[in-house]
T-cell receptor
Framework: SQKIEQNSEALNIQEGKTATLTCNYT??????LQWYRQDPGRGPVFLLL?????KEKRKERLKVTFDTTLKQSLFHITASQPADSATYLC????????????FGQGTELSVKP | DAGVIQSPRHEVTEMGQEVTLRCKPI?????LFWYRQTMMRGLELLIY????????DSGMPEDRFSAKMPNASFSTLKIQPSEPRDSAVYFC?????????????FGSGTRLTVV
């Protein structure tokens, strides 16, 4: 089955800088990939979806890339703010059961003022 | 819409007791998912329903776990008997079209502690 790897170490950056988070997957290439944000004590919140035929997707200060050759997605937050501090999870559809998503462990981002 | 509603928010119970977690999905969503989150294993899918019918329960850890969805607006996850290793945060999520094209909407979760 699919395996997802995200940086387990927290990412600490200065306000105003660009944060870049990585999501790597093994095995088959999914039809799409999603990114979620999770704050402490809350459920994940859907941010963006990128399809396999899209190289890049943008939403306000967020940018996601999808490289099916490298089996990798990069998630960028430009002009980061302390309010962007959270854990970010990537998710892919399971190969055998298209109706369900499997999630990475997430990367914790901390933006310092 | 108030979003996905879960209850209770916190549950502390003694080992061996029965625990029931509740979920109200977003009206109109035809898929409902139960996930469990721990530090060690992250978010794991336990079971999901489509139009109230269980589709895949391969993630349910043991026979002690059961889930029902008697109608489109309500689902329960039951653990009987509970054990300390069941301590985790349990999330319910719903979506329109199970492929997740529009993203899942998660509830705030139930933090379960079994002592």
């Amino acid at each position: 089955s699919q395996k997802i790897e995200q940086n387990s170490e927290a990412l600490n950056i200065q306000e105003g800088k660009t944060a870049t988070l990585t999501c790597n997957y093994t095995n088959y290439s999914p039809a799409y990939l999603q990114w979620y944000r999770q704050d402490p004590g809350r459920g994940p919140v859907f941010l963006l979806l990128i399809r396999e035929n899209e190289k890049e997707k943008r939403k306000e200060r967020l940018k996601v890339t999808f490289d099916t050759t490298l089996k990798q997605s990069l998630f960028h937050i430009t002009a980061s703010q302390p309010a962007d501090s959270a854990t970010y999870l990537c998710a892919l559809p399971d190969h055998n059961q298209g109706g369900k998503l499997i999630f990475g462990q997430g990367t914790e981002l901390s933006v310092k003022p | 819409d108030a979003g996905v509603i879960q209850s209770p928010r916190h549950e502390v119970t003694e080992m061996g007791q029965e625990v029931t977690l509740r979920c109200k999905p977003i009206s109109g969503h035809d898929y409902l998912f139960w996930y469990r989150q721990t530090m060690m294993r992250g978010l794991e899918l336990l079971i999901y329903f489509n139009n109230n019918v269980p589709i895949d329960d391969s993630g349910m850890p043991e026979d002690r776990f059961s889930a029902k969805m008697p109608n489109a607006s309500f689902s329960t996850l039951k653990i009987q008997p509970s054990e300390p290793r069941d301590s985790a945060v349990y999330f319910c999520a719903s979506s329109l079209r199970g492929q997740g094209i529009e993203g899942y909407t998660f509830g705030s979760g139930t933090r379960l502690t079994v002592v």
